[in-house]
């Protein structure tokens, strides 16, 4: 990797002549703060593709697609949380608790449309109390959204019993809601279009950044600071509900011990793989998607080479940690324009 | 206090052919239990610049944030354009053409020069669709930073990737643009370097030859306040103890005046 980083450099040193376009392109490319995860995404494909045949078959890219899909719609909420120097610990059990939002409204005799857009409502509003006792009580997210991690789950447990429901299904909603092989990762997909895209070319995706990166200077400019943070739990909340119906509708089986936190760490780790900081004011989505990408391909490729459970944990681990370290220096590499 | 220097606010109305931009009578400012303002008032004539001179703790900041409408005043009036008003928030006083550079320079490091300049103004595009148009804050950053004569090569660099003096000039030329009429800037040259604050002494010297922008200098060093303001304020303990025109006093007097009412109000207590 070393050497891959330093070429380009001496080419850069002093006011040399210009570098041929393969070069130009390839240090614009490397410049775009997501081009390093999706460059370890593509590697880590094309490995598992020559360790394993069976590796890019349609069978096992629904598999993939179907695994990344819930953790990167819900990575689109964390990685704005992440941006204005909040996070959501309990986007995991919001998972859990919406099919059952949506179950039991069903059940009381509503459309299930509009049982739907209740359950998503009723997660935007989970957000917003996160980001109420986090912002205007001034309790710190983490604090506040491990203990309605805690409180969610439990609530969830007791309104179902503990046992698992049938999804309601309806021919066009269950149609939309993905019955079909690849339905969730398209929605993951516009989902992370949309949300990059207002991140990048709408005030409020700009004064997220701005609140992440200098909190009382966006205050000072008249940005309502409070206003940013608690819509961003609210649409983080809104999001986990999403994914956990896609997920509820695809399965056709609503079971209170979906999701959790190992849905939630597996969203902030693509979050944080992707590039976005955990220190606020930086912060990418599509990174997300790719950061996603990474997580699944090493648990599906790892899956069908057939490695021991134990091992894989071991692999996962040490897999992520050397993505952030490569990550971390490759981006400050890049702030100083070295390459 | 007052009795130590015999240079009271004047109450009277401005002299002829002086446009006075700003006046606050009497203002109070109490934190719980403490008063960091104890009824401090001060004009503003247009085009003219003041420097506010104290320590830390003397209320210079706390005045700074009652003029832009961040805080509210316990007591006391302000006027801009001889209107009395309540500033109720900051994009209130800004709209009223009250711009401050704060000390912080409220930018934000990892957004490029031209996000920073629009920070929270951004033009949009595209109708509904509400888009932030880049290209139009590319190209007016540009403009306004070579209209005050700042050279930053590149508005598409991080905030980030600057020097300090470059970090001021961008905040200062961003509360220009912004059709600033008075303009706030809280120690501008705390932190700096000799040739990062002469760079930032010429920007204020040029932009008071505009002779539009009336301008208000917190400072904690007196030879470079004296140098660039036309009108000195010495704040102590939330009180003004000192006010003259700068080319009528110096470095040395000011000194005087420090010492004196440190005693002072050290032997009251």
């Known amino acids: ?339 | 206090m007052s009795q130590v220097q015999a240079a009271p606010v004047p109450a009277a109305a401005p002299a002829r052919g002086v446009t006075e931009v700003l006046r606050g009578v009497d203002i109070v400012k109490r934190f719980g239990a403490v008063t960091a303002l104890n009824g401090i008032s001060l004009h503003l004539n247009k085009g003219e610049m003041l420097g506010i001179l104290g320590d830390n703790g003397a209320g210079k900041s706390t005045m700074i944030k009652i003029l832009t409408g961040y805080q509210a005043p316990t007591s006391g009036t302000l006027a801009i354009n001889g209107q009395q008003v309540a500033l109720k928030s900051v994009d209130h006083a800004r709209a009223l053409g009250i711009e401050c550079v704060y000390q912080d320079l409220a930018l934000v490091p990892s957004l490029s020069i031209y996000h920073n300049m629009f920070l929270n103004r951004e033009p949009l595009r595209g109708g509904p669709l509400r888009l932030l148009d880049n290209g139009a804050m590319r190209r007016r950053a540009q403009e306004a930073l070579e209209d005050i004569g700042v050279n930053i090569p590149n508005v598409n660099e991080e905030v980030a990737m600057l020097s300090g003096g470059q970090r001021q000039a961008v905040a200062i030329a961003r509360a220009v643009y912004s059709k600033a009429k008075i303009l706030l800037l809280d120690e501008p040259l705390a932190a700096m370097g000799a040739r990062e604050s002469g760079l930032i002494l010429d920007l204020i010297d040029r932009l008071k030859k505009r002779g539009d922008l009336s301008l208000i200098m917190i400072a904690h060093n007196y030879a470079q306040t004296l140098e660039v303001c036309d009108r000195i304020m010495m704040f102590q303990h939330g009180e003004v103890t000192f006010e003259r025109a700068a080319a009528e006093t110096s470095v040395p007097e000011l000194l005087d005046v420090v010492k004196q009412n440190y005693k002072v109000i050290r032997g009251a207590h």
């Open chain 1, 1 to 339: 990797m070393s050497a891959h980083i330093q070429k380009p450099a001496q080419a850069d040193a002093g006011a040399k002549p210009r570098p041929n376009i393969g070069t130009r392109s390839l240090r614009g490319f490397l410049r775009v703060r997501e081009a390093s995860i999706l460059v370890v995404a593509i590697l880590l494909i094309i490995y598992f593709e020559s360790s394993n045949s069976n590796f890019l078959t349609r069978a096992n890219l629904q598999t993939l697609s179907q695994f990344i899909s819930a953790p990167v719609i819900i990575a689109c909420g964390e990685i704005m949380l992440l941006i204005c120097g909040e996070i959501d610990l309990s986007a995991g059990m919001v998972f859990a608790l919406a099919p059952f939002i949506m179950y039991f409204a069903h059940n009381a005799g509503i459309p299930l449309i509009v049982a739907f857009f209740l359950a998503l409502i009723g997660c935007g509003a989970i957000g917003l109390f996160n980001g109420f006792v986090s912002v205007k009580l001034r309790v710190p997210s983490f604090v506040t959204t491990l203990g309605t991690m805690f409180l969610i789950n439990g609530f969830t447990l007791t309104i179902s019993a503990g046992f698992p429901v049938d999804t309601p299904t309806n021919g066009l909603f269950t149609f939309l809601m993905g019955n079909s092989g690849f339905q969730e990762i398209i929605w993951a997909v516009v989902i992370v279009l949309v949300m990059h895209g207002a991140l990048r070319n709408t005030r409020w995706g700009l004064h997220t950044i701005s609140v992440g990166g200098n909190l009382i200077g966006s205050a000072e400019s008249g940005i309502n600071v409070t206003r940013i943070k608690m819509g961003n739990f609210a649409l983080t909340g809104a999001l986990a509900g999403l994914a956990g119906i896609l997920e509820a509708s695809r399965i056709g089986s609503t079971d209170p011990l979906a999701g959790g936190s190992p849905m939630m760490f597996l969203a902030v780790a693509a979050a944080v793989i992707g590039g976005t900081s955990l220190m606020g004011g930086t912060g990418t989505i599509i990174g997300g998607l790719f950061g996603g990408l990474v997580l699944g391909v090493l648990q599906d490729g790892f899956t069908i080479d057939g490695i021991n459970a134990f091992t894989f944990n071991i692999i996962i681990g040490a897999a992520i940690l050397i993505a952030m370290v490569f990550n971390i220096h490759f981006a400050r590499l890049r702030t100083r324009g070295r390459f």
